[in-house]
């Protein structure tokens, strides 16, 4: 049952995350091949780096099709005049659906990364489950800005990363009491809830203004 | 004899990769060091990428300094001012030096990648040798454009990542009918032609209008 | 003794280049949470890709905690407001300490990498540990600078990867005969007094001007 849900999970995360790539790659002007790719990486690109850290070679996504060719097609569907005309027309749907897509495929891989993990060695502390399920939910969001050209998400939407490590905290810490498909599931929703709420609310934090040097570099 | 094949293989594409990253180095006005370091990273990056995603560590291209010296030593020989100035003269000399370096470093690249994942294990599904082939095909160049601050070869040129898949799936599923000599020789062929044809012919596909909300970011 | 050489070692490296990260986040107007962040990569960044390099997984630095905390703790204390005025108030203080932070950054990841790769074997080449220590000694810094949007490092800065490159080569070939403590002092002194002399004297080399076509892409 376990191994179904976290099947299910990745298949969410990786449509999520797949389409936030997408439309990335729509707002640059991207062609249907640039969109694809960015949809690609983006949604398979954390999964590879948490894969690469626990010591999993061949990266899972490599090994089975099905992550790359749903990431594919998600990323195509984004493409179809239909949907992007919908997009382009108005930017508010477009932050509305982006935040969602993005917010959801951080909340699923960052559980997804701690699972992981935990199915390498049930050893690790609490500290490695969490750091490996951040990498593994922050990971594919940040190759896309990096690639796309954006400065990464982690650095400028407040709370992102937090959210992902409390959600991977919970999860990490719930595991055990609790069992694996409650904590997910309960991790999870805390990293959507959490950024869903720093975005409605605009949790603010304290900010340094840039320094008129820093434009010089 | 194969092995020697693979071996002349790689250090064609060292040397044209090396050419590339040391060209767009010369375009950034970099020094001679720069020049150098960014040749050697589009050279090498791509087999480092590939070794880390099959598990082969430290990186071949750590264990044995060829490589590493042959892509310097092109990277300088580009900087020499008799090449350097011609280069810089004619941006039209420019443009077609390199897209044929660049199309011969993926085209090399590309099947040199499936022969290192089949030396792994024979075993790989025709999708992770191709998998495998494509990262190691378009990972130098896409390493050159990131840290030179350009978008990323792969979603802005015609056909790039999609001639390297057509190359990778090529030499995959010829290996064991035609032998890898025949198998490697053809997808490397396939790409470069390919590529080369995109370029020549301007293979153009749907491209999304870039929406006004591009540029707020 | 030598342990605890390398785990001071260490945590200087990891503070000095978590200041670095967390300066370039000051400078580029990110609220503490991306400072915190970008200080965090700057400063364990080198060590993960040694580590993935080296096939040592997962990273030393996701299994052991403190490296992590205390650069997020520096990257705070940099964020400090009686810290932060006074290095937005004077940039030549900022660039100052930035180039002091880096340097010895650079000179202590350097000869750490080399260690490393010495301990996980004996008889690896001269070329491949020194090429460990430059990549574990400039590894945070291009992290930074690609994160943060920057051109890295070891492109413009004069002699930056050289002075890496030297002290991985003294550091590798002092460690047999002068046993690992004085090769690994003087691998890292030689980094730190090589990076201060090339800016103090503004070492220069020969630089192409960037062509007219160099802004067209």
């Not at 790659?25 to 954390?46: R, S």
């Not at 960052?110 to 993990?117: I, K, L, N």
């Not at 502390?125 to 951040?134: K, P, Q, T, Y």
């Amino acid at each position: 049952m376990s191994e179904t849900l976290f099947f299910v999970l990745e298949l969410i995360g990786t449509i999520a995350f797949a389409a936030s790539g997408a439309m990335v790659g729509l707002k640059k002007g991207m062609d249907i091949f640039g969109v694809a790719i960015l949809g690609l990486c983006t949604a398979v690109g954390g999964g590879v780096i948490r894969d690469l850290v626990l010591g999993i070679t061949p990266p899972v996504t490599f090994q089975d099709p099905v992550y790359a060719l749903i990431a594919i097609a998600t990323s195509i569907a984004v493409f179809l005049p239909a949907v992007r005309s919908r997009l382009e027309r108005g930017s508010r749907l477009y932050d509305v659906v982006m935040l969602l897509m993005d917010s959801i495929g951080l909340g699923v891989f960052t559980v997804v990364g701690v699972q992981s993990a935990y199915s390498v060695s049930s050893s690790y502390s609490i500290f490695l489950l969490a750091f490996v399920g951040v990498i593994t939910g922050v990971g594919g969001g940040v190759l896309r800005d990096v690639l796309a050209g954006d400065t990464p998400y982690i650095f400028v939407k407040h709370f992102y990363t937090c959210a992902s490590l409390i959600g991977a905290l919970l999860c990490s810490l719930a595991w055990m009491p609790l069992g694996s498909t409650a904590a997910t599931l309960l991790g999870a929703a805390a990293v959507v809830a959490l950024r869903l709420c720093a975005a409605y609310f605009r949790w603010n934090l304290p900010k340094a203004s840039p320094s008129p040097g820093g434009a010089r570099r």
